[in-house]
């Protein structure tokens, strides 16, 4: 029979150690499998969550900006996605 380790640690430090374990395996997912520079539409779509038909109208209306051969860059879906989620980017001074 082992004896169990016991440890009192406080919500903000239990946070912190999970807050580190996702960031490490984040790190390590995209390193197995970096993200493209850029995207077709319907694979921005996906990223998205939207239709191939609502990304293409975002990209006609200057929403979305695609390069010259129809692709759409990564920074771009990232950036639709922050405007989206105002409360997952930096917060504006005021």
Sequence with gaps: MTAGL???I???EFALVVQEA???GVATALSLRPRPSSVNFEQAAEMLCLSSK???TMVRDGR???NKIGRIP???IDRALSA???G???RSAK
């Design 88 to 90: 997952s980017g930096r």
């Design 84 to 86: 989206s989620n105002p």
């Design 22 to 24: 996702v960031e490490r």
């Design 6 to 8: 016991e440890m009192e």
């Design 64 to 66: 979305i900006r695609a």
């Design 74 to 76: 990564v920074s771009e």
């Design 10 to 12: 406080s919500k903000t």
């Design 54 to 56: 609502t990304v293409s």
